[in-house]
């Protein structure tokens, strides 16, 4: 029995070691709905997070939530701590405003980030990306493509503010007239 435990344990430790895709690429920035009338001008930010080496993409592909897949070129490599902008001039990106998801595979297909049910129903410059650069902090804020993301002070905020507080009024005094003694 003890060696079936050390069996099992050691496949599953290899397994953890193996198995997880660290990255070096991930999404950064993503537009989905960009300012104007076409829909053609939408656009993923890669980041390469690496301050050291290029990464070599070529090969690597993005897939919507559809299953579309656009390959990136080859010969396509992100400098250290550099941006590529995939847009649809390079593939037939065709983003949805509405619960759109996007997937990142490396070139031996393994997945290596995704972003999950995002949506940008206003025709403006707003842009859903991490800041800082490759983080895990995501924010709206004005687009930067092929640039650092740095949102501090320039956020957008997805619920207006001032409206907040009045919003939690409203609703405290609809709770306490539930449960208020009749004749209050």
């Not at 070529?58 to 992100?78: A, K, Q």
Request: net charge negative; aromatic share 14%.
């Amino acid at each position: 029995m003890y060696s079936v435990k050390f069996f099992f344990s050691a496949f599953f430790g290899l397994f953890l070691m193996f198995g997880v895709v660290s990255a070096d690429v991930v999404i950064n920035e993503v537009e989905l709905n960009p300012e104007g009338q076409y829909d053609t001008d939408e656009w993923v930010e890669l980041y390469n997070t690496n301050a050291y080496e290029s990464v070599n993409i070529s090969g690597y592909s993005i897939v919507d939530r559809g299953g579309d897949r656009d390959v990136i070129p080859d010969g396509t490599f992100i400098g250290p701590n550099d941006f590529f902008v995939f847009t649809e001039n390079i593939s037939s990106l065709g983003l949805v405003n509405v619960n759109e998801s996007i997937f990142l595979y490396d070139s031996d297909d393994l997945l290596i980030d995704e972003i999950l049910q995002i949506s940008d129903e206003s025709n403006d410059v707003v842009t859903l990306q991490r800041s800082p650069d490759g983080s895990d902090n995501w924010k709206l804020c004005e687009g930067t493509p092929g640039k650092s993301n740095d949102c501090d002070g320039g956020e957008i905020p997805e619920f207006p503010m001032f409206i907040m507080p009045v919003f939690v009024m409203f609703a405290a005094l609809s709770v306490a007239r539930k449960f208020a003694p009749h004749g209050l």
